[in-house]
């Protein structure tokens, strides 16, 4: 079963870091492209930051350029997103996806907020 989890979301004060995992299971993670998403509440659905199956980072969404960084091990099937200097506006539930071709899966998403 393809699947992808996201973890590592929760509460934190402005200014801020958190690390999100996503783990990925039933698939070659190595072969993937991979994104990280975000959904604030009431607003579409963002891309944030995408990897390359290298593990080169290929784009970042202007408004984290320089706070966030993605990453991968796929010796861990895991994907990463380092956030810094976190924001009130980046709060939002967090997705990671993954493509291969014509396969296209996401997780389900980790909730983050930030709030004093």
């Known amino acids: 079963q393809v699947q992808l989890v996201e973890s590592g979301g929760g509460l934190v004060q402005p200014g801020g870091s958190l690390r999100l995992s996503c783990v990925a299971s039933g698939l070659t993670f190595s072969s993937y492209f991979m994104s990280w998403y975000r959904q604030a509440p009431g607003k579409e659905r963002e891309l944030v930051a995408s990897i390359n199956a290298e593990g080169v980072p290929t784009n970042y969404a202007d408004s984290v350029k320089g706070r966030f960084t993605i990453s991968r091990d796929n010796a861990k099937n895991t994907l990463y997103l380092q956030m810094n200097s976190l924001k009130p506006e980046d709060t939002a539930v967090y997705y990671c996806?993954?493509?291969?071709?014509?396969?296209?899966?996401w997780g389900k998403g980790t909730p983050l907020t930030v709030s004093s």
């Open positions: 996806r993954a493509r291969y071709f014509t396969k296209d899966v």
